[in-house]
């Protein structure tokens, strides 16, 4: 029986238990008491605004439940863009073509600029405030579809991981750090403001437009700076470099504020990138200011740029001509009518709206005057006054930059919902083609029309701006260049002078207004580490120092750099070579021994006066052949010899003028030749000489073994071996004209290569034994019994012929250029000049001077004997024919 009772019991207790677990399936654990304005609708949206900006933190005893956070110092910007998302949402509920039939509702809360407040009021709209719901398995509308907010970047980072778990949109209109693009970490994220990708994008070309490259950076110790600040290293390294980072503490820590101040002082840097929110960048202008840092170009984030508590009056001497990228400014007609239409109610559920009523009028409702500790200095607040009398932030509709961004928003929303409401069955985004359920719509099918490519281009507001998501749901992106200048009144007015436009077809992004911009200097600054080195010149980086700080180097010779900044110098071609300022190559120099120069002129003139020299000479033989002295030097080789000397004069021409194929040829066949008939006909002349003393031997009669044929034919004989080795050299390896740049690059010089160095060789080296042996014989015989011996002049002239081309030898391979060709000149004429000095000139002498030493006797006396009575006797020139 016991047992039988104690299990009805149990059966019992089990029952009761489910059925109060069926009851109270979905039950609110604690709700928070938190600032907003509600509205019931069919469909509610979220909204969390900067309203107030002080906090009281409760004392965490951990001993009783907290008390609530006390958010304290109203702002009217955070007000006006909460009462945008209110007049949006009651325009769309007018509006019959967008969502009809639906109503929207609200549920908006402050978020008082504190993470763990923002946390509190985003756990609140996704659970709701109704304490419990008896639906079984907690089915229908969520509290909230989406979420507009929050503002500020870190708090949409941890929101977006809360409200992610639901997948709820949370679409925010001021957070900007580019972390929130990744769609891997942040599903749910959305927002109508650009990322601040692009914001450093629109910087960077600031920066870009005025050629600044040496620049410093400032960021705020959070998301949202540091971000920003990774972000732009990465954009200016493209064409700048940092002069110094530093961060801006969350803590007014003065010590680091005067740090960087110092580093302000000491960097080279004169302009300033800020990524900050104004909050956090006032300590740092206020300690500017009050160090009189001037003479900076500072860059303003969208987060302070258009603060117009930072851009004062007193402000103005150091940051004045501040340029900042704002967001883009929209209009919203309507507006500024509904917004002086507020008015408080206390059954309203908008505890915000009795706030603000309070900061404007500065008084106080009955039922909060119990909880103000200096009711004495209050009034009590009626509800009866005309705010149409005020002039504050929150009616000021002529700059409307977040809450234009809180319009789109509300707006995005509901056109999501009216795709969902519009769609046709079969055609719709979700599986198997299905469409959602308006009266069942859930969070993640809202944000599923976010996402879905080809609804990505939402809608266009009144004003016409199309308002679009990209697969990172970031808006595109527009922005506002503004400038910190003085009205006429003397105060700051933030005037816009440009747009950064990243959707622009143009191909251009930036468009600004020069002429409108106004600058803390007499012109616009200049921030570089280095000037830019102008053409002709190369960057050689300072060890240690980033790449923007460079010395300039000039070019080396035959290298050029056409451009301002080049990293390398260009060679030239290897006809070309670089002007005198490096900046561009031009056609080498050609240079060779012509008739035009100086050189050439008095080499051609000696060449041409030694042959006239050598033609009057054989003119004076010729007439004078008869005679003793012509016919005693063998006159048959003696005109030949003449005649070789007329050509060894005349081939130095072709050494002379641009070289040419038949040119090269002719200079060192007509040389070699010319001068083997010179030496071959000396020879003989030698050999001749000694035959005849011989001869006059007893028992000696070798002369007739070396008559005039024998002489002519071993002149030939000779002379033919020279023009084989000719013959030879041509055929396998003639000379040939070249280009010659080893000796001076910024020249080319036209030479003869020689082709064969044997063949050249054999050609001097057949000369010089020939030589050789004319100068042994003659040297041999100088000594002769004669009153004329023409070996001692040959003697004398060999001397002249080899010291002149053994010298010949280190001056032709020291001697660079064109001067290389009238060393070999010098050396022919010199050798030529000689040979005609030392043999032809006695001759000429006693034939034109000394007639009367033109006899046979004079010629076959000998001694001092002889010489005396010649001296006193003159003998008529007798005639013979002698040999």
Known sequence: MNCILFTSAFFLCLIILIMANLEHKCKLQDNFNLNGMYKKGQIILGGLFEINYKTIIPELSFKSKPEPWKCESLDFIGVQSAQTMVFAIEQINKDETLLPNVTLGYRIFDNCLRLPVALRAAVTLVGGLDEVSTEYNCSGIPPVLAIVGDPGSTHSIALSRIVGLFHMPLVSYYATCACLSNKQEYPSFFRTIPSDTFQVKAMAQIIKYFKWSWVGIIGSDDDYGQYAVRTFYEEIAKFGCISFSETIPKVNEISKVQHIINTIKQSTAKV????????????????????????????ASEGWSTSTVLASKENFRSFGGTIGIAIHRGNIPGLKEFLLQVHPDINSGKNLIHQFWEKIFECRFSENVMYSSTVLSWKECTGEENINNTQTAY???????????????????????????????????????SCANIANVQPWQVKLTFTFPQLLDIFSTHSGERVAFDENGDALAVYDIVNWQLNSDGNTEIKTIGV?????????ELF?????????????????????????????????EPVCCFDCIPCAEGEISGQIDADECEKCQPDFWSDFGRTQCVPKELEFLSYEDAMGIALTAVSLSGAAMSLAVLAVFIYYRETPVVKANNSELSFLLLISLILCFLCSLCFIGKPTYLTCILRHVVFGISFVLCISCILVKTIVVIMAFKATLPGKNIMKWFRSIQQRGTVFLLTLIQALICIVWLVIAPPTPSRNTKYQNAKIILECDIGSITGFSCLMGYIGFLASICFVLAFLARKLPDNFNEAKFITFSMIIFCAVWLTFIPAYISTPGKYTVAVEIFTILASSFGIIAMIFFPKCYIILIRPERNTKKFLMCFGAKCTYEHSYHKSPITKHNSG
Request: charged share 25%; net charge neutral.
């Open 395 to 433: 009616s000021d509709v002529s700059d409307l930059r977040a809450s234009y961004n809180v319009y789109k928003a509300v707006y995005a929303i509901a056109h999501a919902l009216d795709n969902l409401n519009s769609c046709e069955k079969g055609n719709g985004p979700f599986e198997n083609n």
């Open 500 to 508: 950064f436009d990243k959707a622009s077809g143009s191909g251009q």
């Open 512 to 544: 600004l207004k020069e002429d409108e911009m106004f600058w803390n200097f007499a012109t616009p600054p200049e921030s570089i580490c280095s000037k830019s080195c102008q053409p002709g010149t190369r960057k050689a980086t300072r060890k240690g």
């Open 272 to 299: 300033i990138i800020i990524f900050s929110p104004g909050v956090d960048v006032n300590v740092l202008i206020r300690e500017a200011v009050r160090q009189n840092i001037t003479g900076r170009q500072w860059i």
